[in-house]
C-alpha cells in the first residue's frame, strides 16, 4: 500500500458525459501527478500540483482539468468524453517539487470505461 | 518530448533464471527510477537512483545509473513467478521536481515455473 489513494476504483460512463476523479496523496507529501496509462501504452504525464499551484503540464487535453484543494487531495475533470479516452487513471503524490529527490509513490488508478 | 528506450520490449524466462533489462536515453537524466506494475494495479517504486555510477540493490534486485548518465540497467536474480509483471524505468530530466518523470514504454516479463 503506497499511501496514495484514489477513488472510485471504476468508472463507466457514456460518450459526451463528464467525470472526477479523486486523488488523495500520502501523508506529508505536497506534490500530485496525474498519468493516463491506455491499453499495452505507457505512463503518459498530464499535470502535476504543488501544494495547490500548478506547476508542470504535459499533453493533458483542453477537455481535461484538474486542482489540487487545501488539504492536498487532487481532483482531475475529464469532460466531453470521447471512447478513446477509456484508459487507467494515476494519480502519484511526491514529498517536494523541487531538489533532486522526487520519488513519486502510484495510487492504485481509477479505470475508465468511456462507451 | 524526451524519450527513453526500454529494452527488451517483452522477455520470457524460467523460473531461477537471472533477467535483465535496461533504458538509455539521448539525454542525460539526474534521477533514474525503476518502477514494478502488476496488472490493474498503480506502479511501485523498486529503486531510484541519483548519481551517476550508482549500483543499488534491492533483495534481488539491482539497478545501476549509468555513468554517461543516459541509460540505467535492472537485474533481478534468481525470477521467481511473483517477478511477473512490466517493469518501467523513469528519468528525471533536471534536479528540478518541476519536470515530470519521463517513462520507458516498459518490460513486459513472464516467468515460466
Known amino acids: 500500500d503506497s499511501g496514495v489513494t484514489q477513488t472510485p476504483k471504476h468508472l463507466i460512463t457514456a460518450t459526451g458525459q463528464r467525470v472526477t476523479l479523486r486523488c488523495s496523496p500520502r501523508s506529508g507529501d505536497l506534490s500530485v501527478y496525474w498519468y493516463q496509462q491506455s491499453l499495452d501504452q505507457g505512463l503518459q504525464f498530464l499535470i502535476h500540483y504543488y501544494n495547490g499551484e500548478e506547476r508542470a503540464k504535459g499533453n493533458i487535453l483542453e477537455r481535461f482539468s484538474a486542482q489540487q484543494f487545501p488539504d492536498l487531495h487532487s481532483e482531475l475533470n475529464l469532460s466531453s468524453l470521447e471512447l478513446g479516452d477509456s484508459a487507467l487513471y494515476f494519480c502519484?503524490?511526491?514529498?517536494?517539487?523541487?531538489?533532486?529527490?522526487?520519488?513519486?509513490?502510484f495510487g492504485p488508478g481509477t479505470r475508465l470505461t468511456v462507451l | 518530448g524526451q524519450q527513453l528506450n526500454q529494452s527488451p520490449q517483452s522477455m520470457f524466462i524460467q523460473e531461477g533464471e537471472d533477467v535483465s533489462m535496461n533504458c538509455t536515453s539521448s539525454?542525460?537524466?539526474?534521477?533514474w527510477l525503476w518502477y514494478k506494475q502488476d496488472p490493474g494495479e498503480g506502479p511501485v517504486l523498486l529503486i531510484a537512483l541519483y548519481k551517476a555510477g550508482e549500483l543499488t540493490s534491492n533483495g534481488r534486485l539491482t539497478a545501476q545509473f549509468g555513468i554517461t548518465r543516459k541509460d540505467s540497467f535492472l537485474n533481478i536474480s534468481a525470477s521467481i513467478p511473483s517477478d511477473v509483471g512490466i517493469y518501467f524505468c523513469a528519468g528525471q530530466l533536471r534536479d528540478s521536481g518541476n519536470t515530470p518523470l519521463v517513462f520507458g514504454k516498459g518490460t513486459r516479463l513472464s516467468v515460466i515455473a
Open positions: 539525454s542525460i537524466f539526474n534521477t
Open positions: 502519484a503524490s511526491s514529498k517536494i517539487a523541487g531538489g533532486l529527490v522526487n520519488e513519486q509513490f
